[in-house]
């Protein structure tokens, strides 16, 4: 057998706030899916985030429908997992992947798979808040049960999982049952390693959704993994990384001639127009001048040897995790506590309920 393991295309999703972007997004996810039709794999494991929003554009929509029917109209089977972008915060509110359920079964507990007659056991559920981890880890115990039934398993996650996002995770490495094959979303970053005597595996986005995700594009690339699951033991020889394009992401650090003339050279040789951040000395400012017209996006910020001009700075490269942290630090309060405060607001959970228990345990 073989299977398709994708995730986090966040469709929908407009990076500073442009249509350029919004389309790379979409473009992204449409070569995904011609690069599927032409493999023509048994299944497709879609590991959560399809969308980047609980109500999605309309384009958004349309372009997931017309994927996933051409899918499902070339006997392609799909399965899905709900990511934390698409799973309603409050009961009696519907998932946009409800939209697709002709094409895709969305998965919340277990299936069989069989092709050519082998059996292969898939169990997943949708992406559960860290306030819910008792929930998901007795799902987690029910799931590695049912598994021992078959020679081989495949556990459809979205969450993360220290150490693979270190400062914002539901799940620790420890709580993953056994299984031969972990298809794991959320992390954006590619990830592919043994473990438990099975396979790991975050397949990554399959665009750019934050800067700094840009290195590990140009050194994993994104898009989707190709799994060969048809001998015995899953190795990572049976997996391959099926590549997409993505806009170029440049970073400048403009301070001399040399280094100006290099910064020109890079924006010059990109196929599309970039996205362009870093810092150039004020008295190379004409720089600016210099890549008018020839960059989407110019996040340059221009400094006095090593003092930023505060207004220029991107929001997006600030990490909020450690600005809080380093607030509770100054303040003198737990660091845990802020953290969890702080998820439970923008995920619209019971912050009373969170700080009585704090403080019962507490005192």
Same mark, same amino acid.
């Given at each position: 057998m073989q299977f398709v393991h994708i995730a986090d295309n966040h469709l929908g999703y407009r990076q500073y706030n442009l249509d350029d972007r919004e389309e790379d997004i979409y473009n992204s996810f449409i070569s995904c899916i011609k690069k599927i039709l032409e493999i023509k794999p048994d299944v497709v494991l879609h590991s959560g985030d399809l969308f980047n929003d609980l109500r999605p554009p309309v384009k958004a929509l349309r372009i997931a429908m017309q994927a996933f029917k051409k899918l499902h109209e070339n006997n392609i089977k799909v399965y899905i997992v709900g990511g934390n972008h698409e799973m309603p915060k409050r009961k009696g509110k519907e998932s946009p992947l409800s939209?697709? /359920? #002709?094409y895709v079964k969305i998965l919340n507990g /277990? #299936?069989?798979i069989n092709v050519d007659g082998e059996e292969i056991f898939i169990c997943g559920t949708y992406y559960h808040v860290r306030s819910k981890r008792e929930q998901l880890l007795e799902r987690l115990k029910?799931?590695?049960?049912?598994?021992k039934n078959y020679k081989k398993s495949i556990l459809m996650l979205h969450q993360g999982i220290n150490p693979y996002l270190p400062f914002d995770y539901e799940l620790e490495y420890f709580d993953l049952p056994k299984f031969s094959y972990y298809a794991l979303g959320h992390v954006h970053n590619r990830v592919l390693e043994r473990f438990n005597d099975g396979i790991l595996a975050y397949s990554g986005s399959t665009e750019i959704i934050y800067r700094n995700e840009y290195e590990d594009y140009k050194k994993d690339g994104k898009g989707f993994y190709l799994v060969d699951f048809s001998g015995g033991d899953l190795d990572i020889s049976d997996i391959e990384k099926i590549n997409v394009d993505c806009r170029d992401f440049v970073e400048v650090n403009v301070k001399d001639q040399k280094t100006f003339n290099e910064a020109l050279n890079k924006i010059n040789n990109c196929k599309t127009k970039p996205v362009v951040f870093g810092k150039v000395k004020r008295e190379f400012k004409t720089f600016l001048d210099f890549?008018?017209?020839k960059v989407l996006v110019n996040?340059?910020?221009?400094?006095?040897?090593e003092l930023v001009d505060i207004q220029e700075v991107d929001v997006e490269s600030i990490d909020i995790k450690k600005v809080l942290l380093d607030y509770a630090k100054k303040?003198?309060?737990d660091g845990n506590l802020v953290l969890n405060l702080y998820k439970s607001l923008i995920n619209d959970e019971n912050w009373k309920e969170l700080l009585d228990n704090y403080y019962k345990t507490k005192f």
């Amino acid at each position: 057998m073989q299977f398709v393991h994708i995730a986090d295309n966040h469709l929908g999703y407009r990076q500073y706030n442009l249509d350029d972007r919004e389309e790379d997004i979409y473009n992204s996810f449409i070569s995904c899916i011609k690069k599927i039709l032409e493999i023509k794999p048994d299944v497709v494991l879609h590991s959560g985030d399809l969308f980047n929003d609980l109500r999605p554009p309309v384009k958004a929509l349309r372009i997931a429908m017309q994927a996933f029917k051409k899918l499902h109209e070339n006997n392609i089977k799909v399965y899905i997992v709900g990511g934390n972008h698409e799973m309603p915060k409050r009961k009696g509110k519907e998932s946009p992947l409800s939209l697709l /359920k #002709d094409y895709v079964k969305i998965l919340n507990g /277990k #299936d069989v798979i069989n092709v050519d007659g082998e059996e292969i056991f898939i169990c997943g559920t949708y992406y559960h808040v860290r306030s819910k981890r008792e929930q998901l880890l007795e799902r987690l115990k029910s799931f590695e049960a049912e598994s021992k039934n078959y020679k081989k398993s495949i556990l459809m996650l979205h969450q993360g999982i220290n150490p693979y996002l270190p400062f914002d995770y539901e799940l620790e490495y420890f709580d993953l049952p056994k299984f031969s094959y972990y298809a794991l979303g959320h992390v954006h970053n590619r990830v592919l390693e043994r473990f438990n005597d099975g396979i790991l595996a975050y397949s990554g986005s399959t665009e750019i959704i934050y800067r700094n995700e840009y290195e590990d594009y140009k050194k994993d690339g994104k898009g989707f993994y190709l799994v060969d699951f048809s001998g015995g033991d899953l190795d990572i020889s049976d997996i391959e990384k099926i590549n997409v394009d993505c806009r170029d992401f440049v970073e400048v650090n403009v301070k001399d001639q040399k280094t100006f003339n290099e910064a020109l050279n890079k924006i010059n040789n990109c196929k599309t127009k970039p996205v362009v951040f870093g810092k150039v000395k004020r008295e190379f400012k004409t720089f600016l001048d210099f890549i008018s017209g020839k960059v989407l996006v110019n996040k340059i910020v221009v400094v006095d040897d090593e003092l930023v001009d505060i207004q220029e700075v991107d929001v997006e490269s600030i990490d909020i995790k450690k600005v809080l942290l380093d607030y509770a630090k100054k303040q003198k309060l737990d660091g845990n506590l802020v953290l969890n405060l702080y998820k439970s607001l923008i995920n619209d959970e019971n912050w009373k309920e969170l700080l009585d228990n704090y403080y019962k345990t507490k005192f």
